[in-house]
């Protein structure tokens, strides 16, 4: 699969703990942000005390080259949101370009990170099915608007090696959404995927949380040891 087949558009640290419903104790233990891309979570995390680390093929790009890619995609994304406004919910944001506006100031707070972060070792460059990190590493491991978002350029296969994989280096992995960019249907690999973790030991459950902007996805997957 083509990096280019999937938008740099990242998301901050508040639309994090929507999306994922995370609270404060959920924040303690060391998190893996897994596709990070743009998003500010590391950054915010970070200057907040938190320890978080976060992985992307992306991160194997400069700052500057990471800022051409996403204003390279930006007018198309907008176009997108409004020839099919009708599939989101616009009460966080009131237009596309208000969305748009909010995802350059998260784009600002990643590039001030990145460069540090990634001497740091923060901005791991890595990609899924396979990370290289130790079994059991993270508390937990988040994953935005990747896995099921682009259910056409990757398989089932995939997603049930990339869950099994997060769920390996995590002891608890959040995904969220779970509709097919844009189509707005659920995932087609969801409940394979759920099938095959269940066969594997883990317990999964699908749980609602406090954040709908594509209409119908306000639901995350939560996968654990049981
Ligand atoms: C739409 S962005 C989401 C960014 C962030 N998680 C958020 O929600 O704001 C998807 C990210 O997944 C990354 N990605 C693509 N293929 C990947 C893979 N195989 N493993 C990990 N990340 C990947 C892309 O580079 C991109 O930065």
Sequence with gaps: ??????????????????????????????????????????????????????????????????????????????????????????NQWATPEALGQARLATLDLFLADFPVGKAAGRYVVASLPRLPFAAGQFELA?????????????????????????????????????LENFSGCRSPHLEPVMVNLRTQGYAVQICPVPYEFQRGGNQMLRVYRA
Aim: hydrophobic share 45%; glycine share 8%; charged share 25%.
């Design 142 to 178: 988040l994953c935005s608007h990747l896995l099921f978002t682009y259910s056409e350029p990757f398989s089932t296969a995939f997603h049930q090696a990339a869950l099994r994989e997060l769920a390996r280096i995590a002891r608890e992995v959040r995904v969220f959404p779970l």
């Design 1 to 90: 699969m083509k990096l280019e087949a999937v938008v740099p558009w990242g998301r901050s640290l508040a639309e994090y703990r929507a999306m994922f419903d995370l609270r404060d104790a959920d924040l303690h233990g060391e998190i893996l942000d897994c596709g990070g891309g743009p998003a500010s979570f590391t950054a915010e995390h970070t200057a907040q005390g938190g320890r978080v680390l976060a992985c992307d093929p992306l991160y194997q790009f400069s700052a500057a080259e990471i800022t051409r890619r996403v204003e390279a995609t930006y007018e198309t994304i907008l176009d997108g949101l409004r020839q099919h406004g009708d599939r989101f919910v616009w």
